[in-house]
Nanobody, 112 residues
Framework: QVQLVESGGGLVQAGGSLRLSCQVS?????????MGWYRQAPGKQRELVAV???????NYAGSVKGRFTISRDNAKNTVYLQMNSLKPEDTAAYYC?????WGQGTQVTVSS
């Protein structure tokens, strides 16, 4: 059984930083590249934030490019999202995805 557990969310002031982690169990992330982060703000659709593509490249939403960085540690079976220069509009529930599996989400709230 594959499980994804996100952590690292919280409340931060605008301009601050957070690092989200996604611990994957039940499958090795080194065997598959299709993973990343999405987010969903209240009343809005879920949107892509940052992902590894099937070829191993990275793809970022325009709104986070230059501020967020996705990375992975295959030895720890963990995917990360480093978020810098956070803005109130980054407030959302952030979800990790690996192949067809999704985590439960972690809340990020950015105060102005």
């Amino acid at each position: 059984q594959v499980q994804l557990v996100e952590s690292g969310g919280g409340l931060v002031q605008a301009g601050g930083s957070l690092r989200l982690s996604c611990q994957v169990s039940g499958k090795s992330i080194s065997s598959f590249n299709d993973m990343g982060w999405y987010r969903q703000a209240p009343g809005k659709q879920r949107e892509l934030v940052a992902v590894f593509t099937s070829t191993g490249n990275t793809n970022y939403a325009g709104s986070v490019k230059g501020r967020f960085t996705i990375s992975r540690d295959n030895a720890k079976n963990t995917v990360y999202l480093q978020m810098n220069s956070l803005k109130p509009e980054d407030t959302a529930a952030y979800y990790c995805t690996y192949s067809r599996w999704w985590g439960q989400g972690t809340q990020v709230t950015v105060s102005s």
